[in-house]
Nanobody, 123 residues
């Protein structure tokens, strides 16, 4: 599965961005999808994941109520809507895919990665 992330940019605190991740694979709908981020000097961390059916979502505590992950299986695309952005959300954001959900939610080692997209939130 090849993944192409886009939508990053520079935004002021309190603003919004929507990240997109397009998959090349026609079997996209069979994969659980996730977003991770890595801030300078920090380890990569889990942000959000969505079940292959789209029926369940998972978030790290720091983004609950602000970020929403969704998917459009007809377009082979997963989204991350980010609202009420904070300077501490500044990071490179990566999308990822895995047939095993826990490899997204409990590890930072899913099978497929997209390239990162930079999100910078100014104070």
């Amino acid at each position: 599965v090849q993944l192409q992330a886009s939508g990053g940019g520079l935004v002021q605190a309190g603003g919004s961005l929507r990240l997109s991740c397009a998959a090349s694979e026609r079997t996209f709908s069979r994969y659980n999808m996730g977003w991770f981020r890595q801030a300078p000097g920090k380890e990569r961390e889990f942000v959000a994941a969505i079940l292959w059916t789209g029926g369940r979502t998972y978030y790290t505590d720091s983004v609950k109520g602000r970020f929403t992950i969704s998917r459009d299986n007809a377009r082979n695309t997963v989204y991350l809507q980010m609202n009420s952005l904070k300077p501490e959300d500044t990071a490179v954001y990566y999308c990822a895919a895995d047939a095993v959900l826990t490899r997204l939610t409990l590890t930072t080692d899913p099978n497929y990665w997209g390239q990162g997209t930079q999100v910078t939130v100014s104070s």
